[in-house]
């Protein structure tokens, strides 16, 4: 059966269903449609919720339960990260170069998934919301040439991850690794990671209760 068939389908002025009502059986899906205005994503955000694909190009927003994040101050260096931290020729910058960030992300191949959920209507929404400050990237360079990072938005206390891509060994984990220092140091309390992944929970993340991410959620933003 169609998506749309057994998921509200927005119009631009719909507001999104409660997280309540989402699918855990389809990875948390809440709702279809109703566009990427700017005033749409901060507001989903602020939920909690994410989009998350695309059906005949109308955005998939998710609300997975539960929830992986990362507590900045349980951020785990390895040993091989801390080699890096001291003796790579890495530099680290922040948001010199968000457009080639999110695209980077876009192209890179990621285990089980066929082609890229970040369309371009996504690539537009997101350097908007980077135009207007809310959107950040955190990049990893080599001998100028930008080659890691990862993008997110900051919405009040939280800062909320969105993808990864990585053209060196560590390069992503080197920029994580920046960014997290700086996201300590100007006192934002939670990364949301989205799904639970091995690599994330490498680095510390961990699984929490949509009850435990709505209480932060609600401290940490209000």
């Not at 699918?23 to 507001?43: H, N, T, W």
């Not at 690539?123 to 990049?139: D, K, N, P, Q, V």
Request: charged share 15%.
């Amino acid at each position: 059966m169609p998506l749309a068939h057994t998921i509200p389908l927005l119009s631009a002025d719909d507001p999104l269903p409660p997280v309540a009502h989402a699918r855990p059986e389809l990875g948390g899906l809440l709702a279809i449609g109703g566009g990427l205005s700017v005033a749409r994503l901060l507001g989903a955000y602020r939920c909690g919720v994410f989009p998350w694909g695309t059906q005949h190009g109308l955005p998939l927003w998710h609300y997975p339960e539960p929830r992986m994040v990362l507590l900045p101050q349980e951020f785990r260096i390895s040993r091989s990260l801390g080699k890096t931290l001291r003796n790579s020729r890495f530099v680290f910058r922040h948001n010199s170069d968000f457009p080639g960030v999110i695209r980077a992300c876009a192209q890179t191949p990621r285990p089980g998934q066929d082609g890229t959920w970040i369309s371009e209507e996504m690539i537009a929404a997101y350097c908007e919301l980077h135009r207007l400050g809310w959107a950040h990237s955190a990049e990893t360079w080599l001998d100028d040439e930008l080659v890691g990072g990862l993008y997110g938005l900051w919405i009040g206390q939280v800062f909320f991850g969105e993808s990864m891509f990585s053209w060196q060994n560590n390069a992503s984990k080197f920029a994580l690794a920046h960014w997290v220092a700086h996201l300590r140091a100007e006192h934002c309390g939670l990364i949301d990671c989205q799904m639970h992944t091995a690599h994330l929970a490498s680095l510390g993340a961990r699984e929490i209760s949509g009850t435990q991410f709505q209480h932060l959620l609600q401290t940490l933003i209000g």
